[in-house]
T-cell receptor, first 113, second 117 residues
Framework: DTEVTQTPKHLVMGMTNKKSLKCEQHMGHRAMYWYKQKAKKPPELMFVYSYEKLSINESVPSRFSPECPNSSLLNLHLHALQPEDSALYLC????????????FGEGSRLTVL | AQKVTQAQTEISVVEKEDVTLDCVYETRDTTYYLFWYKQPPSGELVFLIRRNSFDEQNEISGRYSWNFQKSTSSFNFTITASQVVDSAVYFCALSSSNSGGYQKVTFGTGTKLQVIP
């Protein structure tokens, strides 16, 4: 069983909807990540939080809004998405050092109609 | 800039055959870290191994083995006696240390392995 839990596993939304993806980990990791993965492509980094502060925003459109309420939780708020935003959204966490491996959740598969 | 190349897009083998997945990387950093991740159809990426740039010792874990060669900038992954459960997409990845306490990972494009029973 993965130690990074993502909900929901599947989400279908219209372009005018507002929805959120949630991620939770209880491994004491202080870095958390959002990745976007399109079919047959590698994961693409979107955001990184380190010690609950946004450290990296890879020029992601503002219709994606991350939030880190505490060290265990990471949210991704979605608003006015486009059909091309349909993808698998992966959350990951890592230990506070910069050299450890990433622990991934199973992802939230998003379809935008 | 860092780059990871996995030239093999898809590989099919018959069960019990050995298979090697190739990975070539580029980096200007003297200290870096190499990883292999497995992504089964369920979607979750599963960590398999990490290698530090200063440790070229090869590693074996059960049916899995890894060959790290700095001279050729390669970090190849071999599965011995493949099984159907090995069917997945495998990603090679590279990162360098930073002061921010997080990983900035460059993933290869992945190799899809299909093991046929």
């Amino acid at each position: 069983d993965t130690e990074v839990t993502q909900t929901p596993k599947h989400l279908v939304m219209g372009m005018t909807n507002k929805k959120s993806l949630k991620c939770e980990q209880h491994m004491g990791h202080r870095a958390m990540y959002w990745y976007k993965q399109k079919a047959k492509k590698p994961p693409e980094l979107m955001f990184v939080y380190s010690y609950e502060k946004l450290s990296i925003n890879e020029s992601v459109p503002s219709r994606f809004s991350p939030e880190c309420p505490n060290s265990s939780l990471l949210n991704l708020h979605l608003h006015a998405l486009q059909p091309e935003d349909s993808a698998l959204y992966l959350c990951a966490s890592s230990h506070r050092t910069s050299t450890g491996e990433l622990f991934f959740g199973e992802g939230s598969r998003l379809t935008v109609l | 800039a860092q780059k990871v190349t996995q030239a093999q897009t898809e590989i099919s083998v018959v069960e019990k055959e050995d298979v090697t997945l190739d990975c070539v990387y580029e980096t200007r950093d003297t200290t870096y870290y190499l990883f292999w991740y497995k992504q089964p159809p369920s979607g979750e990426l599963v960590f398999l191994i990490r290698r530090n740039s200063f440790d070229e010792q090869n590693e074996i874990s059960g049916r899995y083995s890894w060959n790290f060669q700095k001279s050729t900038s390669s970090f190849n992954f071999t599965i011995t006696a493949s099984q159907v459960v090995d069917s997945a997409v495998y990603f090679c990845a590279l990162s360098s240390s930073n002061s921010g306490g997080y990983q900035k990972v460059t993933f290869g494009t992945g190799t899809k392995l299909q093991v046929i029973p």
